[in-house]
């Protein structure tokens, strides 16, 4: 069974920097992509950024410039680099996988169980 394991949220002032990484364990042949959503405070769940196996990106206008998705492919990981936090990216992230266990098997969407990071003085 696949598992995202999430860790780096927590409380940060505004204009700090926080790091979120994503594991992904289990039956793997493939991710293609992975990313982060987040759902804020009364508000829909949004896409933050998303990276696909070959490394491009995608990243929501409001996060722009200031986030940075990266992953290791060898490691099955994705991390998300948030600089310049503002206090409405409070929210709970969480982890986005589409996987495939094995070379002929069907994608399957996978979440982590969400992480919060609050940013506030």
């Known amino acids: 069974q696949v598992q995202l394991v999430e860790s780096g949220g927590g409380l940060v002032q505004p204009g700090g920097s926080l790091r979120l990484s994503c594991a992904a364990s289990g039956s793997i042949f493939s991710i293609n992509p992975m990313g982060w959503f987040r759902q804020g405070p009364g508000k829909t769940r949004e896409l933050v950024a998303i990276i696909t196996s070959g490394g491009g990106t995608n990243y929501a206008d409001s996060v722009k410039d200031r986030f940075t998705i990266s992953r290791d492919n060898a490691k099955n990981t994705v991390y998300l680099q948030m600089d310049s936090l503002k206090p409405e990216d409070t929210a709970v992230y969480y982890c986005?996988?589409?996987?495939?266990?094995?070379?002929?098997?069907?994608?399957?969407?996978?979440w982590g169980q969400g992480t919060q990071v609050t940013v506030s003085s």
């Open positions: 986005h996988a589409v996987i495939r266990a094995t070379s002929e098997g069907y994608e399957n969407v996978y």
